[in-house]
């Protein structure tokens, strides 16, 4: 018999899960969650678990009513980011939503979040000091990238379009988490008001982690 709510295969550390609830919730999506642990004998805890059978085993998982299991967390904002709002048909305006999701699958997660998953959830930290201080250097050249784009005459506070959107959502949890990678945020103010601003819209899901 197939469930016919989402169930959102998640833990509360990972910023990439936090993505997906975000925008099922922007999307008006009625989910539930099922918390798969992200330290520790990962494999036993999941074994017999979407996440298990999944080819890439990684969370978020999101699987619907008719049994589908959408991966990767940019992916899932892309799936419904056009029934919440935050998607444009149009070709340019998408291209710059696509950047930004591109851009943190290939700056913010391999830098800030990978650093922060050593220090904070792995803690393994003290064993690799040259490592931590080359993934913060990264962190803050792409932390510079961010407040770059922020600044720009035209961004009207938000990455692309001048509004908000998944781009936003994206890059939203693991910028914000970078004082748990070690960066202090105060050297990027257009960022942190970014920050605050995506964190008074309405549907706004806490961070459960921070
Ligand atoms: N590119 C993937 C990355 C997913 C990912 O790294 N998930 C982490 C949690 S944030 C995970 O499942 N870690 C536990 C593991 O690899 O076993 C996405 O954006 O969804």
Not at 15 to 25: E, V
Not at 119 to 144: E, M, S, W, Y
Not at 155 to 182: E, F, K, Q
Request: aromatic residues 8%.
């Amino acid at each position: 018999m197939t469930d016919p709510t989402w169930q959102l295969y998640t833990n509360p550390l990972s910023g990439n899960a936090w993505k997906a609830r975000q925008i099922l919730t922007s999307a008006g999506i009625p989910f539930r969650l099922e918390e798969v642990p992200v330290v520790g004998d990962r494999d036993a805890a999941r074994r017999n678990t979407p996440v298990g059978e999944h080819h890439v085993g990684r969370i978020p998982l999101l699987v619907g009513p008719d049994g589908e299991r959408l991966a990767e967390s940019n992916a899932i904002l892309l799936w419904f980011g056009e029934r919440a709002g935050l998607l444009p048909a149009e070709p340019i305006a998408r291209h710059r939503v696509l950047e930004w999701l591109f851009f943190e699958q290939s700056q913010v997660l391999p830098s800030l979040a990978t650093c922060r998953y050593l220090i904070r959830v792995a803690r393994v930290a003290d064993h690799q000091p040259q490592v931590i201080a080359f993934l913060q250097a990264r962190g803050r050249a792409t932390l510079d990238a961010v407040e770059r784009r922020l600044g720009a005459p035209d961004a009207a506070g938000w990455l692309a379009n001048g509004t908000c959107s998944i781009a936003d959502l994206a890059v939203y949890p693991y910028t914000r988490m970078a004082p748990h990678a070690g960066i202090d945020l105060e050297p990027w103010p257009a960022l942190r008001s970014w920050h605050r601003r995506i964190e008074a819209r309405p549907d706004f899901v806490p961070l459960p982690c921070l």
